[in-house]
């Protein structure tokens, strides 16, 4: 293969957006888009890269703290909950400078690609020094997230966040002054510092209604609206929030955001674990995406999130690995279902299918790529291939590939990943970085 890469791919078995996988699907590419996609072809044609297994879109991670990677396992001894896991994640965010902050993206962002990750929308809070002070250059993390991003291969939003108290009327301390630029004038001053390159978007975040008074939040939204950017929140994951915003404003913080004229189309509520029956009013009729994230809802001991009603309601459902307890959105998309199995008593609340177009145009329509995350003509060409004849998807059939792919799958069954029409991932392993080696090394740089 080329670096330039195919001009066509002969799949021997693709999901185009439907209840099931269709066979022999030729995808002819034009640069880094999609020219045209045909059924029943039964044989590749002589210039066509064959791909064995299926072949899906790029999967979409909508939330992703990259810096949290190195908590992974280190959180798990003893008892506690959301905020005793906050103070070891606190530990992390205090000893990071920007140089090993590059090498841990990287590799995290890499990691993803293995997943099958094609495109990432970084939620990115950790902005300044020890004590709050500027870098020279103000934006030196966010650029380095994009670098890092760049090398691994994969797409990115940087969803620039916003965060400025440390709590709900307490001043931001100790490490929180890393996050905060002070006021929301301020972060949208920094921000304008940051322009999109190839395979790179810009986008905002309000990080909760805990970190954002509503003034500061409507500055945030007025300033993403006038640049039709995508602006996500971390709303309503621990009831604490939903009992600390009720107490002060007399509203739920969904209730909040939108008297600050937060909600809109181009908005994602993240988690949004503990709704009340306004507040899905309110994401549904506001056009609202909602992104979950059941790996670190279950190991941070959120609640189980309310994905059948979100749906119900015509939100628009993508899929985050958050805090990286894990990174598999094959695990996240069965988790909507399985979970909820668990607390209802019912099976089938959400088709396979369903769950992928979560985890694929879901969360691409979320972060700002909408011309990605579906297998059609003028899209951009991700493309992952998932290897079927491996010992956990062995005895799959054509009728149910994508419900084996969806409920037993796990990364490691990604073989190829094509980000633009080009190869990053070729049978498993990522060919321009070793992973797991730049893993270790920035892990190993950080508090243990
Ligand atoms: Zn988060």
């Not at 003034?215 to 621990?238: D, G, I, M, N």
């Not at 809109?264 to 509520?269: K, L, V």
């Not at 985050?320 to 959105?329: N, V, Y």
Request: aromatic share 6%.
């Amino acid at each position: 293969m080329s670096a330039k890469g195919a001009s066509a791919l002969w799949c021997e078995l693709a999901w185009l957006g439907g209840e099931r996988a269709e066979e022999g699907v030729l995808i002819e590419l034009d640069g880094e888009r999609v020219g045209a996609v045909a059924t029943g072809v039964a044989s590749p044609p002589p210039q066509a890269t064959s791909l064995a297994g299926l072949t899906i879109p790029g999967l979409a991670n909508a939330h992703s703290h990259a810096f949290q990677r190195a908590l992974r396992g280190r959180t798990q001894a003893g008892q506690g909950d959301f905020w005793t896991w906050r103070r070891r994640m606190y530990e992390i965010a205090e000893a990071i400078e920007p140089d090993v902050y590059f090498t841990l993206a990287r590799a995290t962002f890499a990691e993803m690609v293995l997943a099958g990750i094609t495109a990432v929308g970084e939620f990115h809070y950790l902005h300044h020094g020890a004590d709050g002070a500027r870098y020279e250059d103000p934006n030196v993390i966010g650029r380095a997230v994009i670098e890092a991003a760049r090398e691994a291969g994969i797409r990115i939003t940087l969803l620039d966040t916003c965060y400025l108290h440390g709590g709900i009327g307490r001043e931001a301390d100790g490490v929180q002054l890393r996050f905060s630029d002070g006021s929301a004038d301020a972060w949208a001053e920094r921000v304008d510092g940051l322009e999109a390159r190839a395979g790179a978007r810009v986008g905002a975040a309000i990080h909760s209604v805990r970190a954002v008074d509503p003034e500061a939040a409507a500055r945030v939204a007025a300033f993403a609206t006038e640049r039709s950017w995508p602006l996500h929140a971390h709303v309503s994951e621990q009831p604490a929030e939903n009992e600390d915003c009720a107490s002060a404003y007399g509203k739920t913080p969904t209730g909040l955001l939108a008297a600050a004229g937060v909600l809109s189309e181009r908005f994602t509520a993240v988690h949004a674990t503990h709704l009340t029956e306004a507040d899905f009013e309110l994401l549904g009729g506001g056009g609202c995406g909602v992104c979950l994230c059941p790996t670190t809802e279950r190991d941070l001991a959120d609640g189980v999130g309310p994905a059948r009603r979100l749906a119900d309601v015509n939100a628009r459902i993508s899929l985050g690995t958050d805090s990286h307890a894990l990174i598999d959105i094959f695990e996240e998309a069965r988790a909507l279902e399985l979970d909820e199995r668990l607390e209802s008593g019912v099976r089938g609340g959400h088709s396979a299918a369903e769950l992928l177009r979560a985890a694929t145009a879901g969360g691409c329509d979320s972060i700002g790529w909408p011309e990605a995350g579906r297998i059609a003509p003028q899209a951009l060409a991700d493309l992952v291939t998932v290897g079927l004849d491996g010992v956990r998807l062995a005895g799959t059939s054509t009728h149910h590939a994508v419900e084996s792919v969806v409920f037993a799958a796990s990364a490691a069954d990604v073989r190829d990943v094509i980000v633009g029409g080009r190869f990053i991932v070729r049978d498993g392993v990522h060919l321009s970085l070793d992973v797991a080696a730049g893993l270790d090394e920035a892990i190993a740089m950080l508090p243990e």
